[in-house]
């Protein structure tokens, strides 16, 4: 009987933490019950895990949603279940690769077109510790996708945003920032040695960082913005992790993992206070840790990287040259591709260099 009392122990005091650290990491729910009925909302990466539950959460709440995503196939099912679930029946698919500039800038042109407000941008989408892949357009697919593409298609929405004020705009951040670093002199790894655990606490301290700045430059204008670490919660993202790729772990190590931390619709909670709470109301600029507001990492607070950092943005997504090219469209010797690209449009744009 004696041999049995370690091990048995031993259980049941792994089981008691992993309960009390489950408590302690969920956060609880959003204590809002506001609605939001024919708020205009988009939600980027919203086919599974936290997107896609903050998207079934606000369609529930009398949102109209628009689901960006990059797999039209898992979209359309995704949004389909939603609308079974909420009957709520303006809830739509739309393609959305953010690793494509391309791709971006017809998702935000559809939606300039169609919709005649957008009240809630939540930039959801995101990859994870990916080999290193690049993207469309050559940016490493991490700072590609996770800050690149959300800046570029923040910037194309403001416009809407600041028309439909007071609005806002949500960055899924996460607390890996704290041991990001932002190299200024090689941000899309071609020089150095690829570190993809380093290339997304780089990519996520980018989204504090675009949030700081965002907010400042639209200071007055009834358009927020807020970044939010939403918890440790189990949905795809670690897909490109050890976690997922070994027999042992997926069988073993993912179920314990799974006990500890909380599942997609908790995880979905802290975005949707940021989205509909009373609370929030004027509330910009800020980090939050599930729901509550908390200093970030000092290199988030770097005000002179933010602007750097929003500047070089501008640049690689073609924003500046957009501004100084949009009057005469014949493409100029020695043009950048993005320039190209964005010399296609005809209207003047709002882009970085005009905020
Ligand atoms: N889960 C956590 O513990 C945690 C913690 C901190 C922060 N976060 C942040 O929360 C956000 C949501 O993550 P999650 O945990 O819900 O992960 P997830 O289950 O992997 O969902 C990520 C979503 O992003 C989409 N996506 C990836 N690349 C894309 C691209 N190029 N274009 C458009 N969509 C793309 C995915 O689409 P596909 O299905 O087609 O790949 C998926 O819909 C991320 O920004 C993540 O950094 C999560």
Not at 145 to 172: C, M, Q, W, Y
Not at 190 to 209: P, R
Request: with cysteine.
């Amino acid at each position: 009987m004696s041999r049995y009392i370690l091990p048995v122990s031993v259980f049941g005091t792994i089981f008691g933490s992993a309960v009390l650290l489950k408590n302690y990491v969920t956060g609880g729910r959003c204590p809002s019950k506001a609605t939001i009925d024919g708020k205009t909302v988009v939600v980027t990466g919203a086919n599974t895990g936290i997107g896609k539950e903050t998207a079934r959460e606000l369609a529930k709440r009398g949102a109209w949603v628009i689901m960006g995503c990059r797999d039209m196939e898992k979209c359309e099912a995704a949004a389909k279940e939603i609308r079974g679930k909420t009957l709520n029946h303006h809830v739509c698919a739309r393609h959305l690769d953010l690793a494509s500039m391309k791709s971006i800038r017809e998702f935000a042109e559809r939606i300039k077109k169609e919709e005649q407000h957008v009240d809630i941008l939540i930039n959801n989408a995101g990859v994870m510790r990916c080999p290193a892949w690049k993207t469309e357009d050559g940016f490493d697919m991490q700072f590609g996708v996770n800050h690149l593409g959300h800046f570029l298609l923040t910037n194309l929405l403001l416009d809407k945003l600041k028309e439909s004020a007071p609005s806002r705009v949500i960055n899924l951040a996460s607390l890996a920032h704290i041991v990001g670093k932002i190299d200024f002199e090689d941000l899309n790894w071609e020089k150095k040695k690829f570190d993809t655990k380093q290339a997304y606490c780089q990519s996520k301290l980018a989204n504090v960082l675009f949030t700081r700045e965002l907010a400042k430059r639209l200071q007055g204008t009834g358009v927020t913005v807020n970044a939010v670490h939403p918890g440790v919660v189990a949905t795809e993202l670690g897909r490109h992790t050890g976690l997922h790729q070994s027999p042992f772990s997926s069988s073993v190590l993912s179920p314990v993992f799974s006990i500890l931390v909380k599942n997609p619709e908790l995880g979905a909670q802290p975005v949707v206070y940021l989205a509909v709470s009373e609370d929030m109301e004027g509330v910009t600029g800020q980090y939050y840790d599930v729901m509550t507001e908390k200093e970030p990492a000092p290199q988030a607070l770097d005000e002179e990287a933010a602007r750097r950092l929003w500047e070089v943005s501008s640049q690689l997504v073609g924003l500046e040259e957009e501004g100084r090219y949009s009057k005469s469209r014949t493409p100029v010797e020695g043009e950048s591709k993005a320039a190209q690209t964005l010399g296609r449009r005809s209207e003047p744009v709002v882009g970085a260099v005009e905020l």
